[in-house]
């Protein structure tokens, strides 16, 4: 077993009850701890909830919260709401796409970036938002994603594309 799981695994069970109501709460530490699920945390709740790996699994799939793969250093989400949407978080999201070569809930290949996207953040008026790292940025502008990001250590080239032929 990977030792930060067995050091995070050697105080969960004795703080949980060897009961299917401690999945979640179970997984949410561990994902705390961790950063993420990795496959011998699963194994070790369900060792623990004398439960299948598979049950286990499933139960942390079913819920968005949860991730399976390791996160980059730095978390970049952007809110897809429809506030901010319409007032650029659409193209926000595309730049950052284009320029970290990454899908929305994946990760750079140098582990530095994960790019997440959310269906709302709750604070349209505030909009559009990007989060890094935990912090909550507010009305980010193509300039204001430059220095996020950069921040990151990721440059992202947010002026316009010139169209092919132009």
Known sequence: MDPAVEKWFAEAKTEFSPSRSSTIPMLQSAQTALGYLPRD????IARHLGSAPAVVE???SFYAQFRFEKPGRHRITVCGGT????RGGGKLMDDLQADL?????KTTADGAVTLESVACFGACA??????LDG???GRVNSAA???LVGAAGKPVRTARRKKAGA
């Open 83 to 86: 506030a901010c949407y319409v």
């Open 135 to 137: 912090k909550v940025n």
């Open 101 to 105: 070569k990454i899908a929305p809930g």
């Open 41 to 44: 945390a699963i194994r070790a």
């Open 58 to 60: 499933g139960v942390a």
């Open 126 to 131: 505030l909009a559009p938002i990007v989060v």
């Open 145 to 147: 994603l430059r220095a």
